[in-house]
């Protein structure tokens, strides 16, 4: 069980790796220095040089992501997303193919054999599972859920790709990957042998900082979706005075995220068991609000960014772990 613990341990550590990868393939604008998935560039070794690619590489690429975004249009409509899937198909930029740039290519590459190393990962989380199946079968089925929600994971990641990174589509890749992080926080949660909990705390004061953590997380997404527009037609200085609204909605919301983690920090003071729970929480949420300061006052800047994103989800992770312990709490004393 200790070893099974220490490889879910180490894979959710993996998944935080690959969302500071991620952020660092947002920021720097490397999203598309791959225009075809799981390849790049129609190779597993992407090339290092524009000579090493066809002279019609953009067309031929622009091509191959039609025919796959058709494709992505025709399982939304099955799923009533008939709109949508009309926008897709009809939405020329997503065809436009960027020149070719080794080092975003080499960027967006790293990026996907992080990805490939955490499928592995979790291929062995599930199978190291498979030998608590009879006495512990929650662990198998967790398990397995989080190989199929990898598995969708990258699926998704393909239309990501082929839609020229819609907005929407990264912000569904990255909700997915909340899911995963809780997931493999269960795991690691029902492998623990420390003590239950007794806490004074309400857990719906736990869960309403989870819901505004997940909501500042939306708006956040929005924002970037909003700078993503204003990066095209104006300087790095003006790009948050293009936002409009999103822009104060997500400053303004960050005092409601620090209020309510300040009173639930408060209420860990209190509980024993929980060690380093209240002050890693205050750290990752300022840490959050300073690196969005950051990016506020000093223009964007791209090493701060992935930061930002990284703090926001492991905080949730801590949060979700929180619960859970509290939970595990409730169920003992139910007993």
């Known amino acids: 069980m200790r070893s099974f613990r220490r490889l879910t341990i180490w894979t959710l550590v993996a998944v935080y790796v690959l969302i500071l990868v991620g952020g660092i393939v947002r920021s720097t604008g490397s999203g598309m220095g791959c225009p075809d998935w799981p390849r790049c560039f129609g190779n ?13 590489y953009k067309e031929e690429y622009a091509a191959y992501r039609h025919e796959k975004n058709k494709k992505f249009a025709r399982y939304l409509s099955l799923m009533g997303m ?35 190393t ?64 809780a997931l493999l926080a269960y795991l690691i949660d029902e492998t623990s042998d420390s003590e239950k909990i007794n806490s ?13 953590l997940l909501v500042q997380t939306l708006l956040g997404t929005q924002l970037r979706e909003a700078v993503d527009v204003a990066a095209l037609k104006f300087t790095r200085d003006n790009w948050l005075a293009e936002t409009g609204d999103v822009f104060v909605k997500h400053r303004s919301f960050s ?41 506020a006052y000093l223009s964007m800047p791209a090493v701060l960014q992935p930061v930002h994103l990284l703090l926001a989800t492991v905080t949730f992770g801590m949060q979700f772990l929180l619960l859970l312990k509290l939970k595990r709490k409730e169920k003992a004393l139910g007993a």
Not at 104 to 113: A, P, S
Request: with cysteine.
């Open 44 to 56: 597993w070794v992407p090339p290092s040089s524009v000579n090493e690619l066809p002279e019609n």
């Open 82 to 116: 008939d709109e949508t899937a009309e926008a897709i198909l009809n939405d020329k930029s997503i065809l436009v193919e960027a020149d070719f740039n080794p080092v975003k290519t080499w960027i967006e590459y790293g990026n996907r054999i992080v990805g490939v």
């Open 118 to 181: 955490i499928g592995f990962l979790i291929i062995a989380v599930f199978i190291n599972s498979l030998k608590f199946r009879k006495v512990f079968p929650s662990l198998t089925w967790a398990a397995f859920a989080t190989l199929m929600l990898v598995i969708f994971q990258g699926w998704i990641g393909s239309f990501v790709v082929s839609t020229n990174l819609t907005p929407w589509t990264v912000t569904v890749h990255m909700l997915l990957a909340f899911v995963i992080i």
């Open 200 to 212: 004074p705390i309400g857990k719906w004061w736990l869960f309403t900082c989870i819901a505004v």
């Open 255 to 295: 005092w409601i995220v620090l209020i309510l983690h300040i009173g639930l920090i408060v209420n860990l003071k209190k509980t024993r068991g929980l060690k380093a729970f209240p002050l890693t929480l205050i750290l990752l949420i300022l840490g959050t609000i300073l690196t969005g300061v950051g990016l």
